[in-house]
């Protein structure tokens, strides 16, 4: 399979400026014990351009975020953000969506927890919180990033790089 062109404008750096844009409102929430019991989250954003049948799921990640001291962690975070994100890359749904409304749809090893979602095709999973914020967290960040992408975009329009 040859591997396709990740995305222009919602790249590495982008993801990380998209994060970084949600963290004011993540870490204190984390700290809430009705928020996040564990003090650990992991975000995982997968590149938007890249899809199932194109690469395989680790081709596609972007970037995995961990907040907190991974060698205090309880369970496998990381295994868990991972797990939401490729029932949401696999399906483009929100995995809310799935584990509530289309439980049919799920396969045999499907993650069967929610918190990642899939905004105008942004696949972001999160984990470490209770699902319900697992799902906010994921959403600001998907949205920065769309935002992100779409400033990129039109500081290149505007600079004569791309034709609209």
Not at 149 to 155: D, I, L
């Amino acid at each position: 399979m040859t591997q396709p062109a990740p995305s222009h404008f919602a790249d590495v750096d982008a993801a990380r400026r998209a994060i970084a844009l949600a963290l004011p409102m993540i870490e204190p929430a984390m700290r809430e014990p009705g928020v996040c019991g564990s003090g650990f989250l992991v975000i995982v954003v997968m590149d938007p351009a890249l899809r199932p049948d194109q690469c395989v799921f680790e081709e596609a990640v972007l970037l995995e975020h961990c907040i907190g001291d991974r060698t205090r962690w309880d369970a496998d975070y990381a295994g868990f953000a991972r797990a939401k994100a490729r029932l949401s890359w696999c399906s483009g749904l929100g995995s809310s969506e799935i584990q509530h409304a289309r439980a049919h749809t799920l396969r045999q090893g499907d993650s069967l927890l929610w918190g990642s979602v899939c905004v105008d095709g942004i696949v972001v999973g999160v984990s470490g919180a209770e699902a319900w914020w697992d799902e906010a967290f994921a959403t600001a960040v998907a949205a920065n990033l769309r935002a992100i992408a779409k400033e990129r975009h039109a500081a290149a329009v505007k600079a004569g790089r791309l034709s609209v």
